[in-house]
Each structure stands twice: as structure tokens, then as C-alpha cells.
T-cell receptor, first 110, second 112 residues
Framework: KNEVEQSPQNLTAQEGEFITINCSYS?????LHWLQQHPGGGIVSLFM???GKKKHGRLIATINIQEKHSSLHITASHPRDSAVYIC????????????FGSGTQLTVLP | NAGVTQTPKFRILKIGQSMTLQCTQD?????MYWYRQDPGMGLKLIYY???????DKGEVPNGYNVSRSTTEDFPLRLELAAPSQTSVYFC???????????FGQGTRLTVV
């Protein structure tokens, strides 16, 4: 079993819909990152969370440390949000490295 | 501000050939990483470095070598390329406190 599990693996939505991507992990962590990988392949860091909630524009990320779970929400989705969203955790006591989920492919249709 | 720059973007190698993937960052980050990304899989750590002159193996180091002679540069060397090394390679760096991860654009490598 992977240490970081994402769901769903694939998600298709209509423009304007509210989207949720989930990430569960089975180990102790010091931080969790949400990343976005565009069709061209580049990876961009969206959020780093160690507790609570963060918001940037239409993106909201939450984390529940006790339940070992994080969610990434996209409000008023747009076709330009189409990308792979990756959850990555920094393990406790191993602050130098990230362990990655396999990603969620999001497609937003106009 | 260029961030993390990787070259080349694409490369086709024949089995047994060697090559170096270049990675440079201009943010004065001490921590640098090389990852590979295979279809349907999460990124796997190949090697990392905590500063100039210091490198260490990650999860999948076999078939690769690295060096870190300066803070800016962290090249990845493939010796005797094998089809199993066909992948997309990403270089990344992090500032102190690991508040963010900066990635290069990736190198798509095919070994035939």
C-alpha cells in the first residue's frame, strides 16, 4: 500500500462546478504539499500545509492531521484548471524529502 | 528570476550510451533533488543534496550518479543507459524550512 493515496485518479467536471480532490496518508508527517502539473509537464507548487486551511484565489486546501487527510477544493472551475494535481508529504524526521501520491487528472469541460 | 532550469527538455538515447541532465537554480537554495516520474506512478527520489559537496541516495539511485560542486548546479549522470531509465526527470530545490518546492520543466528521456 502506498504511503500517500489520492482520489479520484481521474475527474471530469463541467465548467463552474465545485471540485474536491482527496489525499490520505498513512505515516506521520511534518507538512503536506499540493502541486499542479500542467499538460506541458511543468510542476508548480500550490500550497504547503502543516495544519488548518489555506486559500489562494479559487483554490482552497485543508488538512486534518488527526485523520491523516487533506483536500484540495477548486471553486468555479474553469477549463484552464485542467491539470494533474499531486499531493506530496514530508515525513516526520525526514524533512529533506517528499513522498508523492500518483496524482489526480482533472479535466474541466467548457 | 529563472528559478530551476533543466536541460535538455527531450532526449533519445541508445542502450549503453551515457548522458548528463543539467540542473541549475538561482535562488541560493541548499536543498536540491532529482526525481523520476513514470506513467501512473508518483515521483520517486533518485538523489538529493543538502549543500555543495554533499549528496545522498534516494529511493531509486541505481544507474545514476550526481555531483554538487556549487550551490547552483546539480547535474544527474546516466551511465550505460537502459530501457528501464525511460522516464520524465525533474530537478527541484527547496528553501530553508521547506516551505515550498520549486521544480524544473522536466526532461523526457527515451532509451531505445
Amino acid at each position: 500500500k502506498n504511503e500517500v493515496e489520492q482520489s479520484p485518479q481521474n475527474l471530469t467536471a463541467q465548467e463552474g462546478e465545485f471540485i474536491t480532490i482527496n489525499c490520505s496518508y498513512s505515516v506521520g508527517i511534518s507538512a503536506l504539499h499540493w502541486l499542479q502539473q500542467h499538460p506541458g509537464g511543468g510542476i508548480v507548487s500550490l500550497f504547503m500545509l502543516s495544519s488548518g486551511k489555506k486559500k489562494h484565489g479559487r483554490l482552497i486546501a485543508t488538512i486534518n492531521i488527526q485523520e491523516k487527510h487533506s483536500s484540495l477544493h477548486i471553486t468555479a472551475s474553469h477549463p484552464r484548471d485542467s491539470a494533474v494535481y499531486i499531493c506530496a508529504v514530508r515525513l516526520s524526521g525526514s524533512a529533506r524529502q517528499l513522498t508523492f501520491g500518483s496524482g489526480t487528472q482533472l479535466t474541466v469541460l467548457p | 528570476n529563472a528559478g530551476v532550469t533543466q536541460t535538455p527538455k527531450f532526449r533519445i538515447l541508445k542502450i549503453g550510451q551515457s548522458m548528463t541532465l543539467q540542473c541549475t537554480q538561482d535562488m541560493n537554495h541548499n536543498y536540491m533533488y532529482w526525481y523520476r516520474q513514470d506513467p501512473g506512478m508518483g515521483l520517486k527520489l533518485i538523489y538529493y543534496s543538502v549543500g555543495a559537496g554533499i549528496t545522498d541516495k534516494g529511493e531509486v539511485p541505481n544507474g545514476y550518479n550526481v555531483s554538487r560542486s556549487t550551490t547552483e548546479d546539480f547535474p544527474l549522470r546516466l551511465e550505460l543507459a537502459a530501457p528501464s531509465q525511460t522516464s520524465v526527470y525533474f530537478c527541484a530545490s527547496s528553501p530553508p524550512g521547506f516551505t515550498e518546492a520549486f521544480f524544473g520543466q522536466g526532461t523526457r528521456l527515451t532509451v531505445v
